[in-house]
């Protein structure tokens, strides 16, 4: 079974000058350094080492030179990076966003038969899910709620998670604000999926400061 990393980052995100954004967001330098927390805490975790691949992809720079070195240091030197200016839908709607970066790379995805999600800027705090993931047989979602899944991280076979891509468009989630977190639950629910609740992860409320279980 050849198993993927599939790490969705969107690193490098400055406060527009002239207008808002509709949705909350950390920027430049604070953001960056989030995400190098994170990407330390998977060099810490040894998780690359459990993966055949690890893919980074990002849509706010267009070539790896413009990714700040500190981060490209912390991957491992067999990493793929899939890189795109172009983080439009994201900075409206986080799924939207999530949902355009995976419609893009779709093809890579179908060369792997388990595909582990994972948004760097998250804080690992175990590698228990992500090893149950690989030693079963099913997917694996953690809850956020009745009905809602976390989409920071989880494990799905290739196939199911191309099915899921194709079930919607971008443009429907944006305009009619889907929330990702109840789509996904909807689709896997029909799948041979497992759902947990529990806490692998540490979010940063940028607006707090404070780390929260998640």
């Known amino acids: 079974m050849k198993k993927l990393l599939l790490l969705n980052s969107s690193i490098v995100v400055n406060k527009p000058l002239l207008k808002k954004d509709t949705i909350k967001l950390e920027y ?9 927390d994170g990407f330390l ?25 413009k990714l700040p070195a500190k981060i ?12 795109s200016k172009n983080n439009t839908y994201g900075r409206k709607n986080k799924g939207a966003g999530m949902l355009d970066s995976l419609k893009r790379n779709r093809e890579i995805i179908t060369d792997y038969d388990l595909i ?13 899910f992500i090893d149950e993931f690989l030693n079963g047989k099913d997917n694996m979602f953690s809850f956020e709620s009745d009905r809602r899944v976390k989409t920071g991280y989880f ?20 305009n009619d ?3 990702i977190e ?7 629910e029909k799948r041979n999926t497992r759902f947990e609740y529990t806490s692998t992860s540490l979010w940063k409320n ?9």
């Open 28 to 36: 430049g330098k604070n953001r960056i350094q989030s995400y190098c």
């Open 41 to 65: 805490k998977l060099k810490e975790n040894n998780v690359y080492g459990k993966f055949d691949k690890v893919i980074l992809i990002d849509n706010t720079v267009s070539s790896v030179k």
């Open 72 to 83: 490209i240091d912390l991957l491992p030197n067999h990493t793929t990076f899939l890189l």
């Open 116 to 128: 582990f999600y994972y948004e760097p800027r998250l804080l690992l705090q175990s590698t228990d």
């Open 155 to 174: 494990g799905s076979n290739s196939k199911d998670l191309n099915d899921f891509i194709d079930s919607y468009s971008v443009t429907k989630v944006l």
């Open 177 to 179: 604000n889907l929330h």
């Open 182 to 188: 109840l789509l996904m639950y909807q689709f896997y």
């Open 206 to 214: 940028y607006l707090s400061e404070i780390y929260e279980k998640y």
